[in-house]
């Protein structure tokens, strides 16, 4: 498993939310997705998931990236680290 970490350098929560929208209609339910959030962080937001794979996840940024650039948002530069834990309650 992989933890994703994506800060956007300038992303509102609006573009987000269109953003979202855009790409669960053209994709449905990401596969290999475990998790997905999206959360304030200082005067922007962050974004954090966790997938199954790592070509899982690249496979889902070939839906995402041409729709964060059709939405005038700079290209996303996901940092990608191996999971030690994993759990829910």
Do not use: N
Request: charged residues 20%.
């Amino acid at each position: 498993m992989i933890g994703v970490y994506i800060r956007p350098k300038a992303m509102t929560i609006e573009q987000y939310k269109a953003i979202d929208q855009k790409v669960r209609s053209a994709s449905g339910e990401p596969r290999g997705m475990k998790l997905h959030t999206c959360f304030g962080e200082s005067d922007g937001i962050a974004i954090f998931d966790v997938w199954d794979t790592e070509d899982d996840f690249h496979a889902f940024a070939a839906v995402l990236g041409p729709i964060v650039a059709a939405a005038g948002v700079e290209p996303l530069e996901p940092m990608i680290v191996p999971m030690i834990a994993f759990e829910t309650a």
